[in-house]
Structure formats: structure tokens, C-alpha cells
């Protein structure tokens, strides 16, 4: 047990491809899970205090670019 983290990846060697794709499946998925409350915190205290007119088009933005 002298080096456990290059045993870890002897084992995962052959699924390198299929473990990469996870990690960065799991890192969007953390991303967005963050993005939400943010837009949630900017369309209350922003957007429904003011003029709606004048946010929408950047509260569209956001939301467009949460979705896949």
C-alpha cells in the first residue's frame, strides 16, 4: 500500500475514456446545480423590484444558457 493512487488508476486504465466523461458529466452537473440559485437570487432582488421589461432579455440569456 505504498502508492494507492496509482493502483487506483492501474485499475481504471482501460475505462480512462469512460472515467473522464464521468468526471466531467459530474463537474457540469455541480456547475448548473449552483447556476440556478444565482439566477433564482438575481431574478428576486433584481428583476421584481424594477421594470421587467428591462431585464428580460438578460434573464432569457441566463436561462438559455442553463439548459443543454
Known amino acids: 500500500m505504498r502508492f494507492p493512487v496509482r493502483k487506483f488508476f492501474s485499475y ?3 475505462y480512462l475514456r469512460l ?3 464521468v468526471l ?3 463537474i457540469m452537473t ?3 446545480t449552483l447556476v440556478f ?3 433564482v437570487r438575481y431574478i428576486t432582488k433584481d428583476v421584481l ?3 421587467l421589461s428591462t ?3 438578460k434573464c432569457s440569456r ?3 444558457s442553463c439548459s443543454f
Open 12 to 14: 481504471y486504465k482501460p
Open 19 to 21: 472515467f473522464l466523461a
Open 24 to 26: 466531467a458529466c459530474s
Open 30 to 32: 455541480s456547475a448548473v
Open 37 to 39: 440559485p444565482l439566477l
Open 49 to 51: 423590484e424594477g421594470d
Open 55 to 57: 431585464h428580460s432579455k
Open 62 to 64: 441566463l436561462a438559455g
